[in-house]
T-cell receptor, first 116, second 117 residues
Framework: AQSVTQPDIHITVSEGASLELRCNYS??????LFWYVQSPGQGLQLLLK??????LVQGIKGFEAEFKRSQSSFNLRKPSVHWSDAAEYFC??????????????FGQGTTLQVKP | DAGVIQSPRHEVTEMGQEVTLRCKPI?????LFWYRQTMMRGLELLIY????????DSGMPEDRFSAKMPNASFSTLKIQPSEPRDSAVYFC???????????????FGPGTRLTVL
């Protein structure tokens, strides 16, 4: 079955430390890939997206993500975390195929806590 | 652009009452999505529309839920009768549909927090 997996439900990092959030998907072909962030009490905001081309994608707020076809992964990274990055992060994929017309599949989310 | 607009932002109602949630998508977007978010089940897609037509409603929990999109600038999600287990945050999102098998980002509204007592 098609799926998106975020293995880490909860991650805690110290402010200033580096961050990597994992995302794996299971589809036959490379899907469209997205990372969203949800701050408490807010809707989801797009951080970055990958459609094709350079496998290292830059996003807003200093985030980047790398698509690795061999690992079916699209991990999100940030070199130095700020306290304001504390939020929930969602990976999403848009499966290719004629039957799919815009529907995204979301992972279960990873909650990031930042220690001072 | 004002982004996706949802109303009300908070709704508290009693079990058995009808609840109507409203959404105005971003102008020019032709796809609209309704999601529900709970601690237990995470983010769930309930239904989505392309060009005002419902495409997939397999996520709608049961017949108590219904959604309409009478025109390109307005959609409603109705729960009748409401139950305590419907308590959740309901999000509306819109996107520009680029065609079959092609995607663009979804823009989310701020959500409606529904509490059914």
């Amino acid at each position: 079955a098609q799926s998106v997996t975020q293995p880490d439900i909860h991650i805690t990092v110290s402010e200033g430390a580096s961050l990597e959030l994992r995302c794996n998907y299971s589809y036959g072909a490379t899907p469209y890939l997205f990372w969203y962030v949800q701050s408490p009490g807010q809707g989801l905001q797009l951080l970055l997206k990958y459609f094709s081309g350079d496998t290292l994608v830059q996003g807003i707020k200093g985030f980047e993500a790398e698509f690795k076809r061999s690992q079916s992964s699209f991990n999100l990274r940030k070199p130095s975390v700020h306290w304001s990055d504390a939020a929930e992060y969602f990976c999403a994929v848009g499966p290719l195929g004629s039957s799919n017309t815009g529907k995204l599949i979301f992972g279960q989310g990873t909650t990031l806590q930042v220690k001072p | 652009d004002a982004g996706v607009i949802q109303s009300p932002r908070h709704e508290v109602t009693e079990m058995g009452q009808e609840v109507t949630l409203r959404c105005k998508p971003i102008s020019g977007h032709n796809s609209l999505f309704w999601y529900r978010q709970t601690m237990m089940r995470g983010l769930e897609l309930l239904i989505y529309f392309n060009n005002n037509v419902p495409i997939d409603d397999s996520g709608m929990p049961e017949d108590r839920f219904s959604a309409k999109m009478p025109n390109a600038s307005f959609s409603t999600l109705k729960i009748q009768p409401s139950e305590p287990r419907d308590s959740a945050v309901y999000f509306c999102a819109s996107s520009e549909n680029l065609g079959t098998g092609r995607y663009n980002e979804q823009f989310f509204g701020p959500g409606t927090r529904l509490t059914v007592l």
